[in-house]
Nanobody
Framework: QVQLVESGGGLVQPGESLRLSCAASGSIFSINRMGWYRQAPGKQRELIATLTNYADSVKGRFTVSRDNAKNTVYLQMNSLKPEDTAVYYC???????????????WGQGTQVTVSS
């Protein structure tokens, strides 16, 4: 069984920064893809960042990084704007063993609110 646990959300003012973390635990052989999504009220969940690609709305302000030893992915968010307010989810495609297929896992979601 694999579990993703997110942390780091909260309430900040415009222009401030936050760093989200997403740690995977359990039976992990390899992690093939890591990404961050967000879902604002009344909107669909959208992909905003992977290790190599960023949505235009966050490009230049958000950075994804990973710590392979900890099976953890981070989302550094700088220059936050009110329109960044959403629930943020991490997603990983994980193999639990050398012969197992890839399976998609989601974090529980963490609220980020940007407001003055």
């Amino acid at each position: 069984q694999v579990q993703l646990v997110e942390s780091g959300g909260g309430l900040v003012q415009p222009g401030e920064s936050l760093r989200l973390s997403c740690a995977a635990s359990g039976s992990i052989f390899s992690i093939n893809r890591m990404g961050w999504y967000r879902q604002a009220p009344g909107k669909q969940r959208e992909l905003i960042a992977t290790l190599t690609n960023y949505a235009d709305s966050v490009k230049g302000r958000f950075t994804v990084s990973r710590d392979n030893a900890k099976n953890t992915v981070y989302l550094q968010m700088n220059s936050l704007k009110p329109e960044d307010t959403a629930v943020y989810y991490c997603n990983m495609f994980i193999m639990s063993g050398p012969a197992s297929g890839l399976r998609s896992y989601w974090g529980q979601g963490t609220q980020v609110t940007v407001s003055s």
